[in-house]
């Protein structure tokens, strides 16, 4: 599955490092960082990411 976060939107709140920190993280600088393309057995964690994404910035292909 294709991960993708829209970062006009984001406001690096870290909802999604909390709720699927195997996808999620932020680099030395604070940006947010993600993998973009996830193993199905991770779809769960990251649709709670999604849905705990105050911005809805998530985008899951
Ligand atoms: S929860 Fe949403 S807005 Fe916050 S850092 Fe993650 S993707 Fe960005």
């Known amino acids: 599955m294709k991960v993708d976060v829209d970062m006009s939107i984001c406001l690096l709140h870290g909802q999604c490092v ?11 600088a604070g940006g ?3 993998v973009a393309e996830v193993d199905e ?3 769960g964690d990251v649709e709670a990411a ?3 994404c105050p911005e809805q910035a998530i985008l899951i292909g």
């Open 18 to 28: 909390i709720a699927a920190p195997a996808v999620f993280s932020f680099d030395d």
């Open 32 to 34: 947010l960082v993600w």
């Open 41 to 43: 057995g991770l779809r």
């Open 50 to 52: 999604a849905d705990a």
